[in-house]
């Protein structure tokens, strides 16, 4: 009797140990594909400077101001970033999903800050233009026409 229950006891831990390889490659599967096409993003990247555009073409640039601080985080498939702004007490900063397709960044907004918050309810999907390197990207703002508003330009730091 004692060698009929150890012998179920391991057919079963033998069963569920395969179960969970299967799975696990099966996840693993899906994430290699994520990260191929958001790639270019994972990493943490700190903004650096913004443009402004005008009839497509860059108008004018300018840089963050003196201790302002603006971070982004990428994993394959999820995006936080946060915001201080030393002469402003809001606190800022938002956590969701994204994805890339065709130099087209789309972030959705699950949560954010008391201030995000109040944004998401209204809006939580944000689309931009992306122009990505190695080391920096921009994420580009666009009109309901096609034509370029604004970027934020952020340089990679991890």
């Known amino acids: 009797m004692k060698i009929l229950i150890y012998?179920?006891?391991?057919?079963f831990t033998l069963l569920s140990c395969k179960t969970e390889t299967t799975n696990n490659d099966i996840e693993t599967s899906e994430e290699v594909i994520t990260?191929?096409?958001n790639s270019t993003l994972i990493g943490a990247w700190e903004?650096?400077?913004?443009?402004?555009?005008?009839?497509?073409?860059?108008?004018?640039?300018?840089n963050t101001s003196e201790g302002y601080r603006q971070v982004k985080m990428?994993?394959?498939?999820?995006v936080m970033?946060?915001?201080h702004v030393?002469?402003?007490?809001?606190?800022?900063?938002?956590?969701g999903a994204y994805n890339v397709d065709d130099n087209i960044l789309t972030e959705v907004l699950d949560y954010g800050s008391e201030m995000m918050s109040k944004i998401i309810q209204e809006k939580?999907?944000?689309?931009?233009?992306?122009?990505?390197?190695?080391?920096?990207?921009s994420q580009?703002?666009?009109?309901?026409?096609g034509n370029r508003i604004y970027s934020e330009n952020y340089r990679r730091i991890e």
């Open 81 to 83: 970033w946060s915001k």
């Open 124 to 137: 939580k999907e944000f689309i931009y233009e992306i122009d990505v390197t190695k080391n920096s990207f």
């Open 74 to 78: 990428y994993t394959s498939t999820k």
């Open 35 to 37: 990260q191929k096409s």
């Open 140 to 145: 580009i703002e666009i009109d309901d026409d």
């Open 7 to 11: 012998t179920l006891c391991l057919s």
């Open 86 to 95: 030393p002469t402003d007490s809001t606190e800022w900063f938002g956590y």
């Open 47 to 62: 903004l650096v400077g913004y443009y402004n555009y005008a009839n497509n073409i860059i108008k004018d640039s300018f």
